[in-house]
């Protein structure tokens, strides 16, 4: 595990700035919601963390080591998007083995790790299914197991939820938390929904065009809002 360190990061679409000089310490082992309207950048900010897209400047270290200019696959981060993106032809089992198979871990030790993972997420009985014998609500947990199973210094989580029904999200939220409580992997997870940022956040993100708002813990937020936009978003009182 490993906490991360983003610094004055910016990106530039053509002429379209989304994201500036976006700056966040987050502590190993925390659980970051960064949240905000649609088009704010939160997706990008997580694919420029990931390797997916290039910052137009800044820099990005995840434990002791910059790797602004690493690919995807050497930063020893996991991603979890909204739509699980399976494989449909593969098993459960295979499909969280994947990533582990092409870095060239031995069978054993993915049977192992795959095991492991499914029992924590309850998925131990739905190994030899294939995707589409499986509800939204299992897939998502396939792809959490996916995640797992690669034992990441991060978890970046996208919208994770948002396919769901409100009761399986209202479900699976509470056992993402209850995940993050057991591994306590360092974890940044994007939403638009403000009562996931309430619960299950140990800080909140806010961002609006490309700007953080206001970094503090949920209550801090709630009680002290930075300022307007902060106070309407987050449903303050005052
Ligand atoms: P969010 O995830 O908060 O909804 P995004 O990070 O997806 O927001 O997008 C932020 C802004 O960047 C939006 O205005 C979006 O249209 C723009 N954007 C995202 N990706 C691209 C791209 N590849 N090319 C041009 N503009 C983009
Ligand atoms: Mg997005």
Redo the contacts with the bound molecule.
């Keep these: 595990m490993a906490g991360i360190r983003i610094d004055s990061v910016t990106k530039s679409?053509?002429g379209?700035t989304?994201l500036k000089a976006f700056s966040l310490d987050i502590a190993d082992g925390e659980f970051v919601v960064l949240v905000?309207?649609?088009?704010?950048?939160?997706?990008?900010?997580l694919k420029i963390l990931a390797g997916l897209e290039e910052a137009t400047s800044g820099t990005i270290a995840i434990g002791e080591r910059d790797v602004t200019d690493l690919a995807p696959g050497d930063r020893d981060i996991a991603m979890v998007f909204q739509n699980y993106a399976l494989y449909p032809h593969l098993t459960v089992r295979k499909n969280m083995g994947f990533g582990l198979k092409m870095r060239g871990t031995d069978a054993g030790e993915i049977d192992r790790r795959v095991n492991e993972a499914a029992k924590i997420l309850g998925i131990d009985h739905l190994l030899e299914r294939r995707p589409r014998a499986l509800s939204g609500g299992q897939r998502q947990r396939v792809a959490l197991g996916r995640a797992i199973v690669r034992e990441p210094l991060a978890f970046l989580m996208?919208e994770p939820l948002s396919n769901l029904d409100a009761k399986l999200r209202v479900h699976t939220r509470a056992e993402i938390s209850a995940l993050h409580k057991r591994l306590r992997v360092t974890t940044i997870y994007?939403t638009?929904d403000q009562t996931e940022a309430m619960t299950m956040a140990d800080r909140i993100v806010i961002?609006k065009d490309?700007v953080i708002q206001q970094i503090a813990a949920p209550e801090v937020m709630f009680r002290e809002p930075a300022n307007l936009f902060v106070a309407g978003f987050i449903g303050s009182p005052g």
């Design positions: 679409y053509g379209l989304v905000g309207p649609s088009g704010c950048g939160k997706s990008t900010m996208d994007v638009h961002m490309g």
